[in-house]
Every structure is written in structure tokens, then in C-alpha cells.
């Protein structure tokens, strides 16, 4: 063969493979940019053993990047080299790590002190703190942890509440752990202003998942915070927990509406690992390849419709005859927002987000294709 010929055809093919490479190292490095951080995991709430944990991550630690140590067992709050050992397994295991705190005084070691060498210790597989079991689920249903007992105006006790938490909880905490979370089924808005880090909005019995991922969801966007989703209890007794399909079914829900955070939590302990079992445990495996294999089939539910409610107020919801701040009953607005948003969420579903009539709304609201107020007429 002709030697310029040869010489033309080796360019050619060094000039395809140089080519192709290009093309697949560009296309590995814009997948890897697009990945999307996301963290799937459990709630260990069950017990108070070191050897209960080690078999729960075992169960998981293929097909999970987060475990939270919600245990508030007086193992761990006596025992500081048990939740060591605890969580140097979950670390080891290289899941992502978030520890439930109760009151400092209930524990014989510094938990802030365990706070910033955790931190140290596990570098960034320590996500930060759990720290005051829903604080707006409380306050709006006086339960027995509800922080504001009395105010006379709907502001006040919005201020009340937000600078208690805020002071009492967040801000110290936030001293010596990198975030700190909570998880909430009401007032998710004030939790943010409070200053939580993330707010996991309960998916709990059969609520409106579109509902509390709408003011969850908003809430997080107005503050400029992540925000995540809990899989709590669907039945008030055995086997409390809906089934792995239902479970299935909210994960993706979770994924598609633009959650950083999916956790299923599994309190009390009705079998070997709390009330989750193999249909579980198969739906967060599930879960974890379709994420990772084949993302766009879990769907997508941007929100890009908005209602808003008035300002401070802390209506809880879940009826028309809902409670406002646990202190006030429905007022005359109430069963008019109760009803806008059922039809919004009928309408529109997870592409509703809620927010309060506050100023930082106001430039937030000009990225909706739609928006409504309750002072309006009926959408």
C-alpha cells in the first residue's frame, strides 16, 4: 500500500480514538456533574444496643448512604463508649451519620464535646444533629413537649415560637455540629425561621403527601435550606408501617419533588429490625437501583404553582376546623384555605408549593407560573 496512504488512514484512526476518548471522559465528567446529592437511609429509634445497630447497617449498608442513631435509650446517654462503638460501625460501613440529642442534661459525658470530635473523627460522613422531635407537631396538637402556652395574637406567638427554638435549641447546637435537624408534620415555615438546617416533612397515616411536601418544600426554598421526607407510622398498632410498595411509591415521591434527604423510621421493636421486615427492606433496594440505574423513571414534580396564606399563621392544615397555633380555633379564614388548597393539590398535586405572605416571599413568587392568595377568590 501506498506509504502517504498508510500515513493518512494511522491519522485517521488516531484522530477517531483521540475523538472518542474526548467524547467519553466529557461525558463522564457532565454525568458526574449532574449527579444529584440525595441520601436514602433509616432510622435506627428501636432500642439501646450497640449489637442492635451493627445488624440494622448490616441489613442496609448496600443499598442505603444514611443512618440516624434516634435511639434515646439511657445506654447511649450514660454510656458515651457505646455510641461510639455505635457509630464508628455506621461510619465504617461509610453511611452518612445523623445522632439524636435529647436535653444535654440527661447525659453523664458532653454532647457537644461528642459533637465537635465527631466531627472530627468522622469527617464529613457526620452529617450534624437531631435535636427536638417535631416541634410544630407539638405545638399545634399541646402536646406534651409544645414550647408556647398563651399569647393573645397570632404574631406573637409566631415570634414566641420561632426566638425559643431558635435560642434554646438551634443556635447552641449549631455551636458545635455542622446542621442540625428535626422532623416535623406542622409549622414547617417557622421551623426553617428558627434556623433548622433540614426539616424531614412526616409522611404519616394517609395525609396528603402533596399538602406537607408543599409547605415543606417551600419553606426550605424561602430560607434557602435543604429539606428531606420521614416515612413514620401509616397504623396506630402492628404492623404501624404501610407496606413496602406504598413505601416504594413515597420514595420516589420524595425524589421526584426535589428532596435531599428520604428516611424510613422504624420505632417501636415489633421484629428483628424495629417494624421494618424483608418487603421493606426490598423497596429501599429497589429504591437505591432505580436511583442510581435509571433515575428519570422515578418522574419529576418541580413545583410551579403557589398558594400563599397570611402571614404568621399557624394553622395546622389537616381540616378545616384545624387548630392555629394550638391556642386559637379556626377562624373565618381557615376553612376557606382548608378548601383552596384541596383543590390546588387535586389540580395540580406535588406541583403546589405553600407559602406565608412574608417580604422574602415576594421575589420568590415571580418564578411561578401560577399564584394564588387566600383573599382571593377560589382558584
Not at 458526574?32 to 432500642?47: C, D, N, T
Not at 408534620?185 to 402533596?210: C, H, I, M, P, Q
Not at 397504623?235 to 428532596?259: H, T, V
Request: aromatic residues 16%.
Amino acid at each position: 500500500m501506498n506509504r502517504r496512504v498508510v500515513l493518512y488512514i494511522t491519522s485517521a484512526a488516531i484522530i477517531v480514538i483521540i475523538f472518542s476518548l474526548f467524547l467519553g471522559l466529557n461525558w463522564t465528567e457532565v454525568n458526574q456533574a449532574s449527579e444529584r446529592e440525595f441520601y436514602v437511609g433509616v432510622e435506627y429509634a428501636y432500642g439501646g444496643q450497640v449489637e442492635e445497630v451493627k445488624a440494622l447497617v448490616d441489613k442496609v449498608r448496600n443499598y442505603t448512604n444514611l443512618f440516624i442513631m434516634g435511639s434515646v435509650d439511657d445506654n447511649f446517654k450514660t454510656n458515651r463508649s457505646a455510641l461510639d462503638e455505635a457509630c464508628d460501625y455506621i461510619a465504617g460501613a461509610k453511611l452518612h451519620l445523623i445522632v439524636l440529642f435529647t436535653d444535654s442534661n440527661q447525659y453523664n459525658y458532653s454532647i457537644f464535646d461528642w459533637m465537635t470530635k465527631a466531627e472530627q473523627k468522622y469527617g464529613n460522613l457526620f452529617l450534624g444533629v437531631y435535636r427536638y422531635d417535631e416541634p410544630g407537631g407539638n405545638q399545634i396538637d399541646t402536646g406534651p413537649t409544645s414550647l408556647i402556652k398563651s399569647g393573645t395574637t397570632y404574631t406573637e406567638v409566631a415570634e414566641n415560637y420561632t426566638n425559643t427554638i431558635k435560642t434554646i435549641f438551634v443556635d447552641n447546637y449549631l455551636k458545635a455540629a455542622p446542621r442540625i435537624f428535626t422532623a416535623d408534620y406542622g409549622l414547617y415555615w417557622f421551623d426553617y425561621k428558627a434556623n433548622y438546617s433540614t426539616v424531614f416533612v412526616e409522611y404519616v397515616g394517609n395525609e396528603s403527601r402533596a399538602r406537607h411536601i408543599a409547605l415543606g418544600r417551600a419553606a426550605a426554598e424561602t430560607f434557602a435550606k435543604d429539606w428531606g421526607v420521614i416515612v413514620t407510622w401509616k397504623y396506630e398498632q402492628p404492623p404501624y408501617i404501610e407496606s413496602g410498595e406504598e413505601l416504594y411509591s413515597d420514595l420516589a415521591l420524595a425524589y421526584a419533588c426535589g428532596a435531599k434527604y428520604a428516611v424510613v423510621f422504624s420505632y417501636p421493636q415489633i421484629g428483628e429490625y424495629g417494624i421494618l421486615t424483608e418487603e421493606h427492606f426490598e423497596a429501599l433496594e429497589k429504591f437505591w437501583h432505580t436511583r442510581h440505574n435509571n433515575p428519570d423513571s422515578l418522574g419529576s414534580s418541580p413545583a410551579n404553582i403557589a398558594y400563599v396564606v397570611p402571614a404568621d399563621y399557624g394553622f395546622g392544615f389537616r381540616r378545616p376546623n384545624d387548630t392555629i397555633w394550638g391556642l386559637f380555633p379556626a377562624d373565618e379564614l381557615a376553612e376557606k384555605i382548608y378548601t383552596d388548597i384541596e383543590t390546588l393539590t387535586n389540580r395540580y398535586g406535588a406541583q403546589l408549593n405553600i407559602f406565608y405572605n412574608e417580604p422574602q416571599t415576594e421575589a420568590i413568587l415571580k418564578n411561578y407560573t401560577e399564584v394564588f392568595y387566600w383573599n382571593q377568590t377560589r382558584p
